[in-house]
C-alpha cells in the first residue's frame, strides 16, 4: 500500500485501511492507496497552515520559479504519467499521452505564463483612486478532485492556488488515484518547499468531508457531480469557507439549418464519446432541425459505429472502458431505461461487450423528448440523445431546458446569427461552429453546474482574497 504525502514527506496513514485501485480494462487490482481519516486531515492542515507565512510571502517570481522546475520535470515524465493514467482510468493510449497528461501540460505552463505576464499587477495592486487594489492568497486550500480526468483536474486547482500564494490539501478521487501520486513525487522531487502542497487519499465521506469542513481550511475547490457538490458547500457553510464547484452537465449541441450537417454531426457525436463519454461538458443533448433531422440521425449513427470499444494500451482504439464496475452498471442502467422510455435505439444497446473490461457500447438514441430521463440527467456515458425541433426559439427554449449549464454548442452558417444563439444559451462556454480550446478562457457552469471558474486568469483569481487599501 502507498504512503500519504504530507509535510514534505511520505508517510503512513493513521488508519490501517487500504483502498483498491483497478484497472478498468482488466478488471484487475494494480496499486492500493491508504483510506484516509481525518487524523491525517488534521496532519496536513497543520503542515499547510505552517507553510503558508512563508510561501505565501514569496514574491510571485519565486513561487514561478518552483513551480517552473516541477513543469519541467513533469514533462520528462509524461510517457509514464500518461501510461498511469491509462491503468488508473481506462484512457486509451493516444487519448491518454494528447489529452491527459498533455491538457494538464498545457494548463501548467498556462499558468505560469499568466503570472510572468500579470502577476505584478495582481498581486502588487492597482492604483484606483486613493486606493491600491491588491489581491492576496486565500489561505490553506483544500482540492477535492474527481476521476474522470484526474490530473487535469488537479492541475486546474493546485498550480494556480500555489502560484497565488496558498498552500494545498488535495484529496484525490479514491476511483483514480495514481495520477496524483505522480504528481506529487514530481513536486518533491522539484523541491517544493515542506508543507506547500500535501496529499490524503481517501473516501469523499470520510476526508473529503474532513478537508471541508475542516475550521483552518479557507478554501474548498471541488470537481464531480452535483450531488456531492451541494454535500460539500452544506459542510463547508459551517465555517463560512469559500467554495468554488465545477459540477455537472447535461449540455445541448444546436445544429441550425443550414449548417454543414455532416460535420456537426461527425464532431457532435465524437464529442459523447470522448473520454468515454465521462466528460462534464460533452454535448449530449444534439439538437437537429426536423427538415434534415433523420438525415442526422443516420449520420450519428454510422459515426457512432466507427468506436469500437477496445483495449486502452491499444493504439489503434478509440473507445475504452468505463472507470469502474458501478459505472458500467449505471450507463448500461440509463441504456435500458431509455428504451422503455420509448426513445428509438439507432446504435449501441445496453448488450455486454464480450472479454475483460468495463466495456459499454456506443449509443444513440433518437426521438428523445426533452422531459425523458436520459435527456435531464448526466449519465456519463458514450449516450447521445438526438432531439427535434421546428423553430429557433424552440432550440434555444429546448437546449436551456436543464438544470445544468456547463457548455453547449451552436453550428450555424451564418456566424453571426449563430453568435446570437450562442448569446442566448445559458452555459458557461458555447462552442461555435466547432471552436478550438482557449486554455485562456474561463470554463465554468451556469445553474446547478457549479459555481467560480477555472482556466486563464479567473482561474487564478478564484484562489485570491481582494483587498482595498485607502491612502
Not at 180 to 199: Q, S, T
Request: proline content about 7%; overall charge negative.
Amino acid at each position: 500500500m502507498r504512503s500519504l504525502y504530507i509535510d514534505g514527506a511520505w508517510r503512513e496513514s493513521a488508519s490501517d485501511e487500504a483502498l483498491d485501485v483497478i484497472d478498468p480494462a482488466t478488471e484487475q487490482v494494480i496499486d492500493s492507496v491508504p483510506a484516509g481519516d481525518p487524523e491525517d486531515v488534521d496532519a496536513a492542515v497543520a503542515a499547510a497552515a505552517a507553510a503558508f507565512p512563508a510561501w505565501s510571502a514569496l514574491a510571485p517570481g519565486r513561487r514561478v520559479t518552483h513551480l517552473a522546475r516541477a513543469l519541467e520535470l513533469f514533462n520528462e515524465r509524461i510517457d509514464p504519467i500518461s501510461a498511469v493514467l491509462t491503468r488508473d482510468m481506462g484512457a486509451p493510449v493516444k487519448f491518454s499521452r494528447s489529452v491527459q497528461a498533455g491538457l494538464p501540460a498545457l494548463m501548467f505552463r498556462t499558468y505560469i505564463d499568466l503570472v510572468e505576464e500579470s502577476g505584478e499587477r495582481y498581486f502588487e495592486g492597482e492604483r484606483l483612486g486613493n486606493s491600491l487594489i491588491v489581491r492576496e492568497p486565500v489561505g490553506v486550500v483544500g482540492a477535492i478532485t474527481p476521476w474522470n480526468y484526474p490530473l487535469h483536474q488537479i492541475v486546474l486547482k493546485v498550480v494556480p492556488a500555489l502560484l497565488a500564494g496558498n498552500t494545498v490539501v488535495l484529496k484525490p478521487s479514491e476511483v483514480a488515484p495514481l495520477s496524483a501520486y505522480a504528481l506529487a513525487e514530481v513536486f518533491h522531487d522539484a523541491g517544493l518547499p515542506a508543507g506547500v502542497f500535501n496529499l490524503v487519499s481517501g473516501t469523499g465521506p470520510v476526508v473529503g468531508e474532513a478537508v471541508a469542513a475542516h475550521p483552518r481550511v479557507d478554501m474548498v475547490s471541488f470537481t464531480g457531480s452535483t450531488r456531492a457538490g451541494v454535500r460539500v458547500s452544506q459542510v463547508a457553510a459551517e465555517t463560512v469557507k469559500r467554495v468554488a464547484l465545477e459540477l455537472g452537465g447535461k449540455s445541448p449541441n444546436v445544429i441550425l439549418p443550414g449548417a454543414d450537417l455532416t460535420a456537426a454531426v461527425k464532431r457532435g457525436v465524437a464529442d459523447v464519446m470522448r473520454n468515454t463519454g465521462q466528460s462534464c461538458n460533452a454535448l449530449t443533448r444534439m439538437l437537429v432541425h426536423r427538415d434534415v433531422y433523420e438525415e442526422a440521425v443516420a449520420l450519428a449513427a454510422q459515426a457512432a459505429a466507427k468506436y469500437v470499444p477496445g483495449d486502452p494500451k491499444d493504439e489503434s482504439t478509440r473507445l475504452g472502458p468505463l472507470v469502474s464496475a458501478a459505472q458500467l452498471d449505471k450507463v448500461r442502467a440509463y441504456i435500458e431505461l431509455g428504451v422503455r422510455e420509448g426513445a428509438r435505439l439507432v446504435a449501441g444497446g445496453p448488450e455486454p461487450v464480450e472479454g475483460p473490461g468495463y466495456h459499454v457500447r456506443p449509443t444513440v438514441f433518437a426521438d428523445v423528448r426533452n422531459d425523458m430521463r436520459i435527456a435531464q440527467e448526466e449519465i456519463f456515458g458514450p449516450v447521445l440523445a438526438l432531439i427535434p425541433y421546428d423553430t429557433e426559439d424552440e432550440a434555444v427554449a429546448l437546449a436551456n431546458d436543464t438544470v445544468y449549464g456547463l457548455s453547449a454548442a451552436v453550428w450555424s452558417a451564418d456566424a453571426e446569427g449563430g453568435l446570437a444563439v450562442a448569446r442566448r444559451l445559458r452555459a458557461g462556454q458555447v462552442e461555435l461552429n466547432g471552436g478550438a480550446l482557449n486554455p485562456r478562457a474561463p470554463f465554468g457552469g451556469y445553474k446547478r453546474s457549479g459555481n467560480g471558474r477555472e482556466w486563464g486568469l479567473p482561474g487564478l483569481e478564484e484562489f485570491c482574497e481582494v483587498k482595498a487599501v485607502q491612502m
